[in-house]
Every structure is written in structure tokens, then in C-alpha cells.
């Protein structure tokens, strides 16, 4: 049997790096195979590669046996092969049809669209999916998950054979990844080839047949999956072994930092009352769409809440602005770093100064040799991999891009730090760092508050776990009764 | 990764270049009074009120917004000085004139800044509104300074051979610089023209920021009046107009982003002097006086173009 797609000897430099050195891929019809790697490994640049948004600079792709070279993602698109990029490409004022069809909308023969074709060819796609969302939706109302679904709705739209998914499941529930893996089944057992890319272990292992490692561009093995293990994955994707995923401090709790009774708003959220003391790690579990974002964005001022009260560090407090929040040392790492968290043209040491402009100035004027000081130590704290202080954020990788929100706020020695989502989409490397660091300043008394989609994560950093679903809590866990099951029914039960 | 489309744009920012120099030797063959010392002074000295008002009017589109108010807020502004020096005195006419273009800034920055309103249609309602109000005021006819005392060396004076107004402009352009560079108020402006929301997350107030940079384009273009009135020592209805266009472009030209977000005052005065290289050597070279809003328009394409390649550079890293 001759593999749909086979990559011989890729390479790819750019400036200063050597991105891909003699890469060999292979995908076969009906698998799925995953490509792993930390980030800055050089999956991103493989895939745009085969989407054909960029050229491999050596090398050479056969597709179907014939080599081919990819000028642009349309013609990729037209050879069946299709990239579902982890950043949404939706258009959100179009209807799902017509983003379904983007730029290959059925005309008639003056021009002008036919919209009851698109309509039902699209409407044909979305139901082969399973998914009840119409063709004349406006997407811009849809939930990420659904966005996805309509993104996804594309490979039976243009008859894909080879479909990369790139961090699919990155902003699903586990409702919806159950539902896409049977999509992905369904494609399987059509013949058309999948490559997955994902950091989340348990997923490489229940859904691919075979395992690509890349490190620093190189290929360093291709496993079948049925016979290897996740510490093995690990070990390659690193280059070292990891002791342990997660680290748990100690419980020594001190005073009481944060409390909350009675926060509610209007349509997002009602009756939220919790507290977190020094050094404790709260956990906040529920599915996207659960309110846990905007709770945590209404105690940092960003959108206030309708009622409730709020103590901080004891005393009763009115709600503050962002700003008030930062000075009293409520600090949060927002769930969309690129959108919330960073400004992406600046550069790294720009970014960590930005909240404290004040502390780094005197008379208005920026004291140059501190901002300098403060970057390099958080740099070197956190093992950040930037080429310099004034280099864009935007060409740096999740992880590190994560490491200079964090950044922002420890210069500030913060007395309650939010993390909204702190690893989504970050590579292992990055992950588990967060997690120690996570660890090592709850021990240093610092109160922590994280939320997560990811059940091993939230049940591997906190002390204590709430959950939210529907705009509620649903439930309180600590110690022993921090389990899957616990979390899942508590949040299950409530989800309409 | 950015670095072909960056080289390309790289390419056509160079390209921009060769066009100038080129354009530069025709005129100086065909004009040879080009390259004078006199002739480049008099550039120099005539592009002066369009760079005086950019340096303000840039920290405006770092901070991602517009102003195209800027053109009848010199005409009001000047007619005012000019009218006002002969009521309120010279210093009296300056300090009420820098108090009008502080309360344009303030209007504008309150609309776009506080109620976020579209910069686009706020600013260019505010060139509508103030035309009016610069009729209004003049009653249509034209104002003059009936004495003109130490007023004329704004627009007029030289020391050390340079014009006044040159060395005006330069000094504001080193304030600005400062001020946008090495103060938290400059990086401010940056963060919120390079994203909003970060720079709300991280407490700073896209509000309280957009608003001042206003202010400090209405200071600018009060300026600028005062350069105008003390050069032209009267006004009448139009003498602003098309001021808004020559700055932006300028600006666009010195390769700020009208994306907001990145740029400098040093980029802003060179665009604006090559512009004022390019139209005045139309002229000089015998071409119609209405040839250079021709060519204002072409330049302003292909600045915009140059911009648009190195965006696309960065969306496809």
C-alpha cells in the first residue's frame, strides 16, 4: 500500500534558525498520526509547510505518489489536504455556510453566490458531523466549541484525504472531544489520514495509531502507539526524564486573603461565595461557558459584578478597578494570553513593566536600567528563551509567551495571584515548570486561585477544588474527595 | 515566520528610497536651484507647521486612532491668534490659542477616548465643525495682525541662519521623542495602540490614554497656528485646508502603522520632509501648483501598500 503523504528529507531556515533539519513523515490512509513535540520544535512550521503557507527551503512531498509543491493554501486545499489551526480562522459577522465554503462559494454564472447550494451543501456537512448548528447561523454567536465544529465541517466540505488537526482540543469540553474523536473514527474509516498534533498524552494514546517526535527540527522517532507509553513520549519530546509531573506544597495555610459572598451578574453568574487563605491553591473546575472567566475577571475589576461583597486581606472592600486590583496585589493571568494577556508587538521587557509603570518611573519618566534589571531577572527565573529584551513576543513560542505574563505580575510580589487556564496550549516543558512554580509560590504564602479545563491539572496543583457549572458552584473537594468522578458529577449534574 | 514577507517589505521600504533619490536627481538636474542651501531651508521652513502638528497627531495613531480635524483646527486656530493679537496682546493671543487646541484635543479624546466613539467619523465631523466655527469667527473676510511686534519671529526669525520655525518643530520633535520613548505616558500609548485589552488587563486606561493623545495633537496644531499666523501675519477660511492629508501622510510615509502600536517622531518628521522634497520639487520643476496633490495622493498609496506587506509579514509568522 503506498502512504497518502510522504515527506523525504524537509528542511527549513529562517534567519538564525535552523527550523527543519531532514524530516521524514509518513501518513498512511485511514491513520492517525500524531506529530509531538514541545514548542519551537518545529511542527508549526511542518504544517504550514503541507498547507502550503509556506515553502520547504529542501526536500521533497509526495502525495499520492506524485511530488507535488505547495504554492499556496489553496491549491493544498484543492489536492485534499486541509490545516484546522488551533486559532479559530472564522469569519464571525458570516454565517456558518459561508465560512464552511470560505472563498469557494457555488456562484451562478454571472457571479453572483447561490446561497440556497451553499446553505444545503453546508447543512449536509454540519449534519454529517452530528452537529446541530445551522447553515444560516452567524458565527460570531456560537460557542468555541461549536466555531470549531463549523471549522471542522470543512473536511467534508472539500472531500479532504490528508487533515491536520492542530491542538483540536484545546477549547473543548469532554462531551465535545468524545464527539469529535468519533468524527475522527468516521474519516478514519473513510481512508482519510489524519495528523494530530496535541500535547495532552491522553489523547495521543486513545485516539492515534502512530507517534512522530520532533526536537529542534529533527525527527527523533516514529513509535506505534499501541506499543509505547507516555513516559517514553515524554523522554523523546525532552531530551530528559521528568521526575514528576506535579508537585504538591505542603498545607500551611495562613491568613484568610480573599473572600466573596453572594457575587452574581446578570446572565454570566449567581450566588458565587468562596475564600482562599495564604499559601492555599484553589482549584475552579467547570466546563468552558461555566462562568469561572467571568467571576474571576468581575474580582479583578474588569467587568463588575450586579451584588456581593468582597473582603480582602479581612476588611470589607468595594470592588475595584483593574488598577486597584494590581496596586493591592490582586493580580490575573487572563485565559486568552495573545488577546488578554500580552501586547504581542512589544517586547518582552515592555510587557513585564506594563502594569507597574508607576513603580518602574520616577516624575513620569521610565528608569531604563531597573526595566533592564527586572527583565533579566525574570528571565532567567522563569528560563525564558527570547533573543532579547526588545524582541516581539509574537515570534516567541506559548510557553515562553506565558512565562512573561507571569512575569508581569511576580515582579509585583502579588498577594492573591488568578490563573485563568495557565498551560492551554503551552508545550510539557512549559507546563510542568508552571506547575512547580505554581507550588513554589503557594509555599512562599503567595494564595493562588487556577483554573482549568484540565481535570489532571487542576486535581494535580490544588489543595482544594470548587466546581462551577451553569453559572454556579456545584461543589467543594479537598483532600481525599479531589477525585475525577467527584469533579465529573459535580459538574455533569449541574450542566444543562 | 515574517522574514520573506519582511524582506519584501524591506524591499519596497527600500524601494520607496531609490524612488527618492531618484526623484532627487531629476529635480536637481532640471532645477538646479533644488540642492541651494536657500531652497533647502525654505523646504525645511515649509514644512515646519505640517511636522510641528504630526508630532502630535503621531502619538494619535500609535495609540491606534485618527485625527483629520487637524486641518480646519489650524484654520480656526490661526484666524484666532491672528485676530487676538490685535485685542488680547501676542502673549495673551498665544495662551488662548494653545487653550483652544488643548479644548479640540479634549473634545475629540473625550468622544473617541471616553465614550469610544469611531475616531474615523469623530474627527472628521470635528474638520466639519470647526470650518464652521472658523467661518463663524471671521464672518467669512479676512483677519490681519494690524501691528506685528516681536509675534513675526514664530514664523519669520532665524537665528544662526536656521529659521525659527525649523528649530521650533525640532524641538518640539525632541520633546515628543522623549515623551514617547522614555515616559510611562509613551508606553502607554504603544500598548494601547498594540492591544487594547492587554493594556486594560494590565491596568492601565485605554481612556485616560487615547484622551491625552488628543490633547497633545490639539496642542500640536495650536502650535502650528502659532507658526502660520506669525509667518502669514493674517488668515482667512482656508488656510488650513488639506493640513489634515499632509500630515497623515507624513506620518504614513515615516512608516508609523496606521494599525497603531508602533512608530516614531524621528520616522514622522522625515516622512513629513520628504513629502515637502517631493512637492516642492514638482514645483520647481515647473509642474501645476494642483500636481503635488496628485502626487501627495500616489505617495500616500504606496506608503499604505508598504504597510499593508509588513503586516501581512507579521499575520503570517
Redesign the interface.
Known sequence: MTDLLMIRGVSKR??GVQ?LTGVDFDLRPGEVHALMGENGAGKS?LMKILAG??PADDGEILHRGEAIALRSPLEARERGILLIHQELSLSPELSAAENIYLGAWPTNGIGLLRKSELNRRAGEALKALGCDVGPRTRVGSLSIARKQMVEIARIHAFKANVVILDEPTASLTDAERDQLFATIRDLKARGVGIIYISHKMDEIFTITDRITVLRDGIVQGTLTTSETDADRVTQMMIGRKLDAFFSRAEERFGEEVLRVEGLGRRGDYHDVSFSVRQGEVLGLYGLIGAGRSEVVESL?G?RGPDRGKLWWQGRETAFP???Q???MGLC?T?ENRK????????GGR?NI???S??A??RL???R?SREQAVYLTYRDLLQIKTTGPATAL??LSGGNQQKFVLA?WLCRKPKLLILDEPTRGIDVGSKAAIHALIAKLAEEGLAVIVISSEMPEVLGVSHRILTMADGRLTGEFSGAAMTEENLIRAVAHHAA | ????SGAAAGLRQGGLWVGFVLFMAIVAINAPAFLSPGNLLDVLRQVSITGTIALGVTFVVIAGRLDLSVGSGLTLLTIIIVDQHNHAGPAGAIALTLLAGLAIGAWNGLLVGFLRFNALIVTLAMLSVLQGLALWYSGGSNVSVSSPGWFAVFGRGTWLGIPVPVLLMLAGAALAAFLLR???????V??VG??E?????????PARTVFLAYLLSGFSTALGAIIMGSRVMGAQSTIGQGYELNVLAGIILGGTSLMG??GSIWRTLWGVLMLGFIQNGLILMGFPFYAQWLVTWGVIIAAVWIDLAAKRG?M??
Request: proline letters at 6%; hydrophobic letters at 50%.
Open positions: 529562517f534567519p527550523a512550521t503557507l509556506q479583578f474588569i478597578s483593574p488598577r486590583a494590581i496596586d490575573l487572563p488577546e488578554q494577556g500580552l501586547v504581542l508587538g512589544l515592555d513593566v506594563l502594569p509603570l508607576k518602574f518611573s513620569g519618566i521610565m531604563r509574537r515570534t508581569k | 515566520m515574517s522574514w520573506k522614555r515616559t510611562a505616558f509613551g508606553r502607554a504603544f500598548a498594540g492591544n485589552t492587554a493594556a486594560l488587563f494590565s491596568g492601565i486606561s502600536g508602533a507579521r503570517l509568522a
